[in-house]
C-alpha cells in the first residue's frame, strides 16, 4: 500500500509560480513511476508530468518549458514546479504512484490550482 498527501495548490495570478508536493507513504520501495495529472472542470483528467525511478522525465506539451518535475534525495516526496501559469491551469492536480512489479496505481486527495487575476 502507498499513500500520497498533495500540498502547495492555491489562487496565483497569471505569470505565477507554485510548487506542488506530493509526498508518498507505506510501501515507497516498490513505487518505480510517479506523476502528476490534472482535471479542469468539465476535462477529462490528463497526465501533466511524470518521473521515472531512473530519473527520467516527460511532460505534455502544454506544459514543456514552464513545469518541473523532481524529487528528493530519498525519492519519498516529488514536487511540482510550476511557472509562467496561465488560466488554462487551472485545475484540480492529482499525485499518482505506480508500484512494481503489480502495477497497482495510488492517487492522491488532489489540491487546487487556480490562476486567475
Known amino acids: 500500500q502507498v499513500q500520497l498527501v498533495e500540498s502547495g495548490g492555491g489562487l496565483v495570478q497569471p505569470g505565477g509560480s507554485l510548487t506542488l508536493s506530493c509526498a508518498a507513504s507505506?510501501?515507497?520501495?516498490?513505487?518505480?513511476?510517479m506523476a502528476w495529472y490534472r482535471q479542469a472542470p468539465g476535462k477529462q483528467r490528463e497526465l501533466v508530468a511524470a518521473?521515472?525511478?531512473?530519473?527520467?522525465?516527460n511532460y505534455a506539451d502544454s506544459v514543456k518549458g514552464r513545469f518541473t518535475i523532481f524529487r528528493d534525495n530519498g525519492k519519498s516526496t516529488v514536487y511540482l514546479q510550476l511557472s509562467s501559469l496561465k488560466p488554462e491551469d487551472t485545475a484540480v492536480y492529482y499525485c499518482?504512484?505506480?508500484?512494481?512489479?503489480?502495477?497497482?496505481?495510488?492517487w492522491g486527495q488532489g489540491t487546487q490550482v487556480t490562476v486567475s487575476s
Open positions: 499518482n504512484a505506480a508500484q512494481a512489479p503489480t502495477l497497482r496505481s495510488y
Open positions: 518521473i521515472l525511478s531512473s530519473g527520467s522525465t
Open positions: 507505506g510501501s515507497t520501495a516498490s513505487i518505480y513511476r
